[in-house]
């Protein structure tokens, strides 16, 4: 029911109403087209179409003339040029979705925003209003209420009065909210939030949200530029942790993997720095172990070595220092068993012919003297050992036991008969200690590497 003021003029409104509901030339908007229009002209639409469809509201088969008034209660809400805007848009979409003579006011006019708790001026300003569209079927009242930054909130009213009668009443008032655009995007936004986002740059996103906080991506802008630094300094810290390990692995001591675990207990791989600790630890521990044992350099030592440490790197090379340090201890037991060296007899070379004078003497019969037999040097004839010889002279018995033994002695053979000076105990103990300081050349050389050879295949060396 209309509030008593409003009695005098329900017949004009009615008569309004009725003619917009009765338009019969507003149909249902095709899904296809639905995309040009802004989503509140489209309620707009929905709504016309509803009164359209109820007789009671526009008995006389749909309005001829449909007026819109822009009403607001707050002037500071809009300026003109976006009020104007929003006019010019409602009667550009009416006219062309319709059949009906739409007109417009020129500027928006504040009326009473409720037809409860009227006061007497309430009621002149909607006389006004109503002698203003007197002549419409339907009038469509605006007004906006609130500023959202964007869009603003607005009430949209459509009155309707019974058709071709100006003298009925209001038949129909409906009311409902709707969000109309007041900003339209800024081109350059699209463009430079785009240009900043495809770079993935916190500074261009920065840059990007100081130069352009009106633009709707400003807020994405702020979210990247939070993600992109959560991942920078979650990347500094990986690059840290990278470059301190590499630092620790680098020196690879107890020292620096313990600085490290102290100094980066953020990083990840903990366990698995902790576990190079403990080999560094144990490499340290033998390595000074084996340090202590070269500097004693006996027997005891290497085999107390390799009883506690048969684990280290070093235990192989400790087991052949021990092997030759039982092999030397086996010489000397030998040398104390050895008898007593024979010197060695002077060799002579003996005439090819005798002096012409004997030659000459009456009943001389000369007779070439006996070649004296090659001793091996510092030991007896060899006809006392019943053992092999090399170039004339006795391979001594505890060498000739053994094939590495005979090829040993035949080398150094050679080399004694050249002159050379030997510095070891063994040769010493074998040719003497006199030299003239010779090496071997020619087809001795040759003869020296095939021992060599043969030597190898036999595992000697």
């Not at 338009?23 to 009164?51: C, D, K």
């Not at 010197?343 to 004997?358: D, E, G, I, K, Y």
């Amino acid at each position: 029911m209309i509030p008593r003021p409003f009695r005098n003029v329900r017949p004009c409104l009615y008569a309004m109403l009725a003619v917009l509901f009765a338009m019969a030339e507003i149909t249902a908007i095709p899904a296809a087209r639905a995309e040009q229009f802004e989503r509140w002209e489209l309620e707009v639409l929905i709504n016309l179409q509803g009164l359209q469809i109820n007789r009671q509201c526009v008995p006389n088969g749909g309005p001829q003339h449909i007026h819109i008034l822009g009403v607001s209660a707050d002037d500071t809400l809009l300026d003109d040029q976006t009020r104007t805007a929003i006019l010019s848009d409602l009667s550009e979409l009416i006219a062309t979705r319709t059949n009906s003579r739409t007109t417009k006011a020129d500027n928006f006019q504040s009326i009473a925003s409720s037809f409860s708790g009227i006061r007497e001026s309430d009621s002149r300003e909607i006389g006004a209003l109503i002698d203003s569209a007197s002549n419409a079927d339907i009038t469509v009242l605006v007004r906006p209420f609130r500023d959202n930054g964007n869009n603003v909130d607005a009430e949209i009213r459509l009155w309707a009065r019974g058709a071709g009668d100006k003298g009925a009443g209001l038949n129909c008032v409906q009311s409902f909210t709707v969000q109309i655009p007041t900003r339209k995007e800024d081109p350059a936004c699209i463009a430079a939030f785009a240009k900043a986002r495809q770079d993935n740059d916190v500074n261009r996103l920065q840059a990007f949200r100081d130069f352009f906080p009106q633009c709707p991506q400003a807020a994405e802008a702020d979210q990247l530029v939070t993600v992109l630094k959560a991942q920078q300094a979650e990347r500094a810290d990986r690059e840290r942790c990278e470059r301190n390990f590499a630092r620790a692995r680098a020196e690879g001591t107890v020292s620096a993997y313990s600085t490290y675990l102290d100094e980066n207990i953020d990083c990840p791989g903990r366990d698995v720095v902790m576990a190079l600790r403990d080999q560094a630890a144990s490499k340290e521990r033998c390595e000074t172990a084996y340090r202590d044992t070269r500097r004693l350099d006996t027997t005891d030592a290497y085999e107390k070595f390799l009883l506690e440490n048969r684990a280290c790197p070093q235990a192989d090379t400790a087991s052949a220092f021990l092997s030759m340090k039982r092999q030397a201890a086996e010489i000397e037991e030998a040398k104390a068993e050895t008898p007593a060296q024979i010197p060695v007899q002077p060799q002579f070379q003996a005439p090819s012919q005798p002096p012409a004078s004997l030659q000459q003497a009456p009943g001389y019969d000369y007779q070439q003297p006996a070649q004296p037999r090659l001793q091996s040097p510092g030991y007896s004839d060899p006809g006392q050992y019943n053992t092999a010889t090399f170039r004339g002279y006795p391979i001594p018995p505890d060498l000739a036991r053994t094939t590495c033994g005979q090829l040993w002695y035949k080398r150094n053979l050679i080399y004694h008969l050249a002159g050379y000076c030997f510095q070891t105990a063994k040769g010493q103990r074998y040719f003497g200690g006199s030299c003239s300081g010779g090496t071997p050349s020619g087809a001795d050389k040759q003869e020296i590497d095939r021992i060599l050879q043969m030597e190898r295949q036999n595992g000697c060396r």
